[in-house]
């Protein structure tokens, strides 16, 4: 089976842009989580989302935005991209939105804001 | 709010030697707790997981982790170190739909 992917791979854009990074769970996931992961530090979470509501929002400003389509796959948007946008972007999914339930990461978009 | 510290950003060992990352936890509940792996240029790989059934878990890849309430400790160990460890480690705890992570430790080995 495959796993999560995501696209695009590498991604370069300049300051006051916006971007769209895009993933696909697992074939029977419906819980799809957004995570943000600066060079050596760990993943931060940014969105959960679950049967296409958001179930949990992390720290982040309003310039993020998610969602999920009724095939479960998802899309992330930052608006009015800064410097410090620069990251790894990860996607999870999991069988359920529960805690207990593992979450899946994908490849990443690494995203680089100049 | 849950939180994870992992001591050691960076542990080197030798090959065939043991291998110990350690993890701390903070929760007020019981909680769930993870350890991932991440290569270079790669996503996380999911190693082992702990919900609160046996309190010594067997992950992937020779690993396994010990849960212990009293310490509010989730250290990761393995035996006996291959060349093919040398990773980034992340451990996690389950905050209601989150993945709460700590900072990493790279594991380095040496031949």
């Known amino acids: 089976d495959a796993g999560v992917t995501q696209s695009p791979t590498h991604l370069i854009k300049t300051r006051g842009q916006q971007v769209t990074l895009r993933c696909s769970p697992i074939?029977?996931?419906?819980?799809v989580s957004w995570y943000q992961q600066v060079l050596g530090q760990g993943p931060q979470f940014i969105f959960q989302?679950?049967?296409?509501?958001?179930?949990g929002r992390g720290n982040f400003p309003d310039r993020f935005s998610a969602r999920q389509f009724p095939n479960y796959s998802s899309e992330l948007n930052v608006n009015a991209l800064l410097l410090g946008d620069s990251a790894l972007y990860l996607c999870?999914?999991?069988?359920?939105?529960?805690?207990?339930?593992?979450?899946?990461f994908g490849p990443g978009t690494r995203l680089t804001v100049t | 709010a849950q939180s994870v510290t992992q001591l050691g950003s960076h542990v080197s060992v030798s090959e065939g030697a043991l291998v110990l990352l350690r993890c701390n936890y903070s929760?007020?509940?019981?909680?769930?707790l993870f350890w991932y792996v991440q290569y270079p240029n790669q996503g996380l790989q999911l190693l082992l997981k702990?919900?609160?059934?046996?309190?010594l878990v067997k992950g992937i890849n020779g690993f396994e982790a010990e849960f212990k309430k009293s310490e509010t400790s989730f250290h990761l160990t393995k035996p006996s170190a291959h060349m093919s460890d040398a990773a980034e480690y992340f451990c996690?705890?389950?905050?209601?739909?989150?993945?709460?992570f700590g900072k990493g430790t790279t594991l380095s080995v040496s031949s």
């Open positions: 929760s007020s509940v019981p909680p769930y």
């Open positions: 074939s029977g996931h419906k819980s």
């Open positions: 989302y679950y049967e296409k509501e958001e179930r």
């Open positions: 996690a705890v389950s905050e209601g739909t989150a993945l709460i």
């Open positions: 999870a999914s999991s069988l359920e939105d529960r805690g207990l339930y593992e979450q899946y």
């Open positions: 702990y919900t609160s059934a046996a309190t």
